[in-house]
C-alpha cells in the first residue's frame, strides 16, 4: 500500500508560482507512475500531468502545457508539480497519484490518492 500527503497549495495571484509536493511513504515508489490531478468545485476530477516510472516520459494536459512541470525524487519518494504562470481557471483542489498502469490520463487507472491541496488563484 502507498499513502500520499500533498502539500504546497495556497492563495496567488495570477500569473504567480506554485510548487506543490507530494510525499509517498511506501518502498515500491520506484515502481508507479505518478500522476496529478485536480478537481474544482462543480467538476469532474481532471488530468493535469504524469510522469512515467523512469522519469523520462512526462505527459501533460493541453491546458498547462509550458506552464507545469511534473518531477520526481525517488530518493526521498517525492513528487513535485511546478505551477508557473497561474490563471484563475486554475483554481482547484490538486491531487496526486500512483499507478502500475501506462494510461497516465484517467481516473479509473490510479490505485492510490492523496488527500489533495488547495489551489486558489485571484484575478
Known amino acids: 500500500q502507498v499513502q500520499l500527503v500533498e502539500s504546497g497549495g495556497g492563495l496567488v495571484q495570477a500569473g504567480g508560482s506554485l510548487r506543490l509536493s507530494c510525499a509517498a511513504s511506501g518502498r515500491t515508489f520506484s515502481s508507479y507512475a505518478l500522476g496529478w490531478f485536480r478537481q474544482a468545485p462543480g467538476k469532474e476530477r481532471e488530468f493535469v500531468a504524469a510522469?512515467?516510472?523512469?522519469?523520462?516520459?512526462?505527459t501533460y494536459a493541453d491546458s498547462v502545457k509550458g506552464r507545469f512541470t511534473i518531477s520526481r525524487d525517488n530518493a526521498s519518494n517525492t513528487v513535485y508539480l511546478q505551477m508557473n504562470n497561474l490563471k484563475p481557471e486554475d483554481t482547484a483542489v490538486y491531487y496526486c497519484?500512483?499507478?502500475?498502469?501506462?494510461?497516465?490520463?484517467?481516473?479509473?487507472?490510479?490505485?492510490?490518492w492523496g488527500q489533495g491541496t488547495q489551489v486558489t488563484v485571484s484575478s
Open positions: 497519484a500512483v499507478t502500475r498502469s501506462t494510461i497516465f490520463n484517467r481516473v479509473g487507472e490510479y490505485e492510490y
Open positions: 510522469l512515467s516510472r523512469s522519469g523520462f516520459i512526462a
